[in-house]
């Protein structure tokens, strides 16, 4: 396609994502976190993905860092991008938690192991490279991990930007405003690629490995934690939002996509070309 033809085409797309019900961080916060993902890979890891995706493709294109979004209602698997943790819990069930028998911690787990299978088909394990750079990145929005009187995970809850009119929801304000906000116009991609080098690059290696240390469980859990704190407190339905939560929430934001893109990079460092102790290790 024509670069201008491209261009128009995605910015439509973009526009077309306002629209319908709240879909995970938008299409900007997914590129942003694949892209920042993708600078912290390691050699073997690069090598690995050359095999599996096209000529010039990239985590943070369309394609594969969003295609989840965009076949899940054809699929009838959108309960795959989230997990239901009721507010007052803080623990994981996935009886409980997830709709027959699966959810985004669950499917993180599936997917890596398809991943990592050689054995596989390419096919399977390229559409298991695109679930799982999109659900390693849905895992990380609060309100994808929990859910308050069955609010289904915010998008019940009616609120107000602060200054506008139209009302929105919860969910979409997390999934879309606030990433805006960190990324204030920047392209997403570039922006991704910019978090890896000011400020992944210059963290210690004890404060990064512990960053991206833990389990898809352990990560929807702090997660769980952070929509208590940070997203519920203090809101209710027909609220306009202040000032100050818009704020906090942008802070809150960039530090869930920076986790977001250094454990997603950790999980396909460990699973395109795992070390030999990582082999057999059990995850
Ligand atoms: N539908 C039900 N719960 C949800 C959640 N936590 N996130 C997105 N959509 C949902
Ligand atoms: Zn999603
Ligand atoms: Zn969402």
Redesign the pocket.
């Known amino acids: 396609m024509h670069p201008l033809r491209k261009l128009l085409f995605v910015a439509v797309l973009v526009s077309c994502a306002g629209a319908g ?2 879909r ?1 961080w938008g299409p900007e916060g997914h590129q942003a976190i694949a892209a920042l993902a993708e600078a912290l890979l390691d050699e073997g890891a690069r090598k690995a993905l050359l095999e599996l995706l096209e000529k010039d493709q990239q985590l943070s294109d369309f394609d594969i860092c969003v295609w989840a979004d965009n076949v899940k209602k054809d699929l009838k698997n ?2 795959w ?4 943790i009721p507010f007052e819990k803080d623990d994981y069930v996935p009886e409980r938690d997830g709709k027959d028998g699966a959810d985004v911690i669950e499917r993180i787990a599936h997917f890596t192991a398809v991943l990592k299978d050689k054995k596989a088909e390419k096919a399977e394990r390229v559409k298991a490279l695109k679930y799982l750079v999109h659900f390693v990145a849905d895992l990380h ?1 609060p ?5 308050r009187d069955h609010d ?4 019940k809850c009616l609120v107000t930007m602060p200054g506008k009119t139209e009302q929105s929801n919860l ?1 979409r304000v997390w999934d879309l405003d606030f990433v805006s906000l960190v990324l204030n116009k920047a392209v997403p991609a570039a922006y991704g690629a910019k978090l890896a080098e000011d400020e992944v690059s210059k963290m210690e290696a004890g404060a990064r490995a512990k960053l991206a240390a833990g389990t898809a469980t352990d990560w929807a859990l702090e997660a769980h934690a952070v929509g208590k704190k940070d997203v519920y407190e203090g809101v209710k339905s027909g609220d306009t939002l202040t000032e100050a939560y818009v704020t906090q929430a942008a802070i809150v934001t960039k530090r869930q996509m920076l986790a977001a893109g250094v454990r997603l990079a950790r999980v396909l460092n460990e699973t395109l070309n795992p070390k030999e102790e990582e082999k057999t290790a059990d995850k």
């Open positions: 019900s709240a995970a959108g309960h991008h989230y997990v239901d929005q309100l994808h991990c929990i859910e289904q995970g915010g998008n969910h």
